[in-house]
């Protein structure tokens, strides 16, 4: 008779995919709760002592870590020495392993749980039988997912067992292991750049394609659910997202997580295309929307308040691809899920982003850093030029540093208090950035109460005299330049505020 081994601490569909491993002929073996789960449902199952011919000791942390158990397991069946040593001391090969681990994830989400509980959940015996079991795949059938259980038992039925399906068999084990074993790391480690990065992530959804069509994709999320996730939102409407949609949605999230106040935030291509705040939510669109009336088209919004009918309305008259907020008033929905591809998102709004780690792809590795999180504040700018900004000038400061920092690198917002006017992104020299922002700004109404930001300095007083020059009559920038004394010259030449934020928020 064959064997099975069964010891899972996720029991969902245990009973009917034991069953059928007896009706195919297997003796099954079993530990602990799964045995008493097997046997209350009449299933013929022995218990694990009976294999070992040991008992179960220090409070389970020793039940299958076992020759018997692990011989079994690993004995090669094309070797006769293998078999014949097992047949010497008298220990039963075992054909198939179906073993799910220790709950240490949702345990070490449950509030107020201990180190001492969270330890007690790190699964030893399983993974063993596992690793035993995925090594030896050629004559081992090693089971880890229960939503592999039905394919399991078809196959067997139809004695289809292929070493194709044993290898990607065996190499779920080990993704689950490592993912496993990387979790536990991540919470025992300290350290926020250990000398070896392992992060677990789960597979959220295959791409329907990457950047391009031809570019193969998947999304990923934390291990660990992140509440203020694009990844973690409520798809109440709406096609599948794609790559893109994803990157942007996730741009738009960090942007608008700035601001407390009522403010609406238009991204495309991961840059704030405008961001708007007002009284109502729908005077924030509006906003948002004269900040950028071209490049919003295609593009993704978010709103950091419930959605409301008027909004709806405005929002529905131009295309668009996500339309992310905490809630929809039924009517607002109604009025958007009209257009059957626009997606619709809900998730809790915040303005306390944890700090994280930031990872990037590189060719041959990754690079890490912390996330951005510096705050702004009025108490850390230095007035370096003659002129003295007004309390509204520095108010529009703020407003647009809060901007800039998610504006790729050269960066340079155009900004009355509330609005965005004009932004300068991506280009390789500042000078650029500074003419396009604010060709993008000069014709629109606020512009003669608009200040300008800068992500990083001015290497040269060019770009302080083309704005004075163009109506921008106060300019915040972090400093740091060997020619800073340059540009506060041209300030004071050409009468302009000039603050240094003393912060910099380069985004490559």
Do not use: C
Not at 34 to 53: K, N, P, S
Not at 76 to 103: C, G, Q, S, W
């Amino acid at each position: 008779m064959t064997r099975a081994l069964i010891s899972v601490s996720d029991k969902r569909g245990l009973v009917p995919f034991a069953q059928k491993l007896i009706e195919l002929g297997y003796e099954l073996v079993s530990t602990g709760g799964t045995h008493q789960v097997l046997a209350d449902a009449g299933l013929d199952v022995l218990e694990i002592e009976a294999v070992t011919d040991f008992p179960e000791m220090l409070d389970g942390r020793v039940k299958t870590l076992h020759p018997r158990v692990h011989a079994g397991l690993l004995a090669r069946r094309d070797l006769p020495e293998h078999m014949a040593t097992l047949e010497k001391f008298n220990i039963k090969p075992i054909d198939i392993v179906v073993v799910n681990l220790y709950p240490f994830k949702s345990t070490i989400q449950k509030e107020g749980v201990t180190e001492s509980e969270a330890i007690e959940n790190i699964d030893i015996g399983g993974p063993s039988m596992l690793r035993s079991a995925a090594k030896n795949f050629a004559s081992v059938l090693p089971v880890v997912d229960p939503a592999d259980y039905d394919d399991v038992i078809a196959r067997l039925v139809e004695n289809n067992i292929s070493s194709t399906y044993r290898k990607q068999l065996a190499a779920k084990v080990f993704q689950h292991t490592a993912a496993y074993d990387a979790l536990i790391a991540q919470y025992l480690t300290a350290s926020e750049f250990p000398a070896q990065l392992t992060l677990p992530y789960d597979k959220f959804d295959d791409m329907r394609y990457g950047e391009n069509p031809h570019q193969q994709a998947a999304a990923y999320k934390t291990a660990l659910p992140e509440t203020y996730s694009v990844l973690n939102a409520n798809i109440l409407h709406g096609k599948q997202l794609s790559y893109n949609n994803i990157r942007d949605a996730d741009a738009a999230l960090r942007i608008i997580s700035e601001f407390d106040d009522t403010t609406v935030v238009t991204v495309k291509h991961m840059n704030p295309a405008g961001i708007g705040q007002g009284i109502t939510l729908e005077s924030a669109w509006d906003n948002a929307f004269s900040a950028d009336d071209i490049s919003i088209f295609g593009g993704i919004v978010a709103l950091n308040r419930e959605v409301d009918a008027a909004t709806a309305k405005k929002m529905h008259a131009i295309f668009l691809e996500i339309i992310i907020a905490p809630s929809f008033t039924q009517e607002a929905y109604d009025i958007l899920a009209a257009k059957k591809n626009l997606r619709l998102l809900t998730l809790p709004f915040t303005t306390i982003v944890p700090q994280k780690l930031e990872v990037t792809s590189i060719l041959g590795g990754v690079v890490v850093q912390e996330r951005d999180l510096v705050g702004e504040s009025e108490a850390n700018f230095e007035v370096v030029s003659k002129a003295q900004p007004t309390t509204e000038q520095l108010h529009a400061m703020i407003f647009a540093q809060k901007a800039v920092k998610h504006v790729k690198s050269n960066a340079i917002v155009v900004a009355r208090d509330g609005q965005t006017l004009g932004v300068g992104a991506g280009q390789p020299n500042r000078i650029d950035s500074v003419v396009y922002s604010i060709q993008k700004a000069e014709k629109k109404a606020g512009f003669d109460e608009a200040v300008l930001a800068s992500d990083a300095f001015f290497p040269m007083s060019d770009s302080v005299q083309y704005a004075a020059e163009h109506g921008i009559k106060a300019i915040v920038e972090p400093g740091g330049s060997i020619k800073d004394k340059d540009s506060i010259a041209k300030a004071d030449e050409l009468g302009v505020v000039l603050v240094f934020s003393g912060t910099r928020h380069f985004k490559h």
